[in-house]
């Protein structure tokens, strides 16, 4: 009688890495393929591509850089997050403040790790994320615990005044620091070169800012684009 021969389990955990640095996206896939039942389904170099590819693998965690060409880390979060809410998030950063914290996890993202500490608590992340629970590195919670002891002080908050922008208006500071002109704009947005223009001059007067330079700037402070 033949032997039937034997079936592979499909992977118990599927991942998309999302970064725009091939290092740290090799990096990261050989961290989670040495880990049994754990995949790659996929890999984005852009915010946006993160969207759509999470959209298109439905993976059951994507790891994404902060910082990302198009569209970054946590205005790529918000709307994987609107589309596909199972899906949990795991994010990389430069450095960790307490306005980026808060940001973050707003957007939905319960695990935030910064960038030289990635492999070594990368796994023990992904491990609690795929329970659906949260995972705190010792950084972040003594930012966060800061906070708290400084709001219960009555400290003000330190956020910069007009950080509180629309998910829309994040996008296009990112495309016009990133050195994009209208009509470029226009076209990645599709939209008009009119609607674009007045969305340029409408964002520099809710940060009260006065050139494209100080945008700049603006983005870098906010972790909207690398400086």
């Not at 590819?53 to 990302?68: F, Q, Y």
């Not at 198009?70 to 994987?80: F, K, P, T, W, Y």
């Amino acid at each position: 009688m033949k032997a039937q021969p034997q079936l592979l389990a499909p992977p118990s955990l599927r991942i998309l890495i999302a970064d725009d640095h091939d290092v740290m996206r090799q990096g990261t896939q050989s961290v989670i393929e040495r880990e049994p039942g754990w995949e790659v389904c996929g890999f984005a170099s852009t915010g946006r591509e993160a969207v759509a590819k999470t959209a298109e693998l439905e993976p059951d965690i994507v790891i994404m850089d902060m910082t990302m060409p198009e569209l970054n880390g946590l205005d790529a979060a918000v709307q994987i997050k609107r589309h596909a809410p199972k899906t949990e998030i795991l994010m990389f950063t430069g450095h960790a403040t307490d306005q980026l914290i808060r940001e973050v996890f707003e957007a939905g993202v319960k695990s935030f790790i910064n960038k030289a500490e990635a492999h070594t608590y990368l796994v023990e992340a992904i491990k609690s994320l795929s329970r659906h629970k949260p995972f705190f590195t010792n950084e972040v919670s003594e930012i966060l615990f800061a906070n708290i002891l400084s709001r219960a002080k009555g400290s003000p908050d330190a956020a910069e005044p007009g950080q509180r922008l629309s998910l829309r208006e994040r996008e296009i500071v990112q495309l016009i620091a990133e050195g994009n002109s209208n009509k470029a704009m226009a076209e990645d947005l599709h939209i008009s070169v009119r609607t674009a223009e007045a969305h340029r001059a409408s964002i520099l007067r809710k940060l009260n800012l006065n050139s494209v330079a100080d945008l700049v700037r603006y983005a870098v402070r906010n972790n909207i684009i690398e400086p």
